[in-house]
C-alpha cells in the first residue's frame, strides 16, 4: 500500500442490512467529500493538501472504489507512473 485515505471529515453510516429483533448494530464511518492520497512513507498528500487537517484511515487509496477521490491527486499518483 503506497497510499492510505485522508478524510478531511467523517460521519456515521447507517449499517449495510437492517436485522430487525437484534440488539448489535455494528457502527461505521464514512469519508464526505474527496479523500485524498496520503503517502504512507511521508505522511504527505499527493496533491499537497495539509496532511494535519485529515484524518487517516488505514485503507489503501489506490484500491479503495466506494469513496470520492481528489482529482489532483487522482492526476499526481497516476501521473506517478503507478
Avoid: I
Amino acid at each position: 500500500m503506497r497510499y492510505q485515505v485522508g478524510a478531511e471529515r467523517l460521519q456515521q453510516a447507517p449499517p449495510l442490512v437492517q436485522r430487525p429483533g437484534t440488539r448489535f448494530q455494528v457502527a461505521r464511518t464514512a469519508p464526505v467529500g474527496p479523500t485524498h492520497a496520503v503517502s504512507t512513507t511521508t505522511g504527505a498528500t499527493a496533491c499537497g493538501v495539509n496532511g494535519r487537517l485529515l484524518v487517516v484511515l488505514d485503507e489503501d487509496w489506490e484500491a479503495a472504489c466506494f469513496v470520492e477521490k481528489c482529482p489532483a491527486c487522482f492526476a499526481a499518483v497516476l501521473g506517478a507512473g503507478r
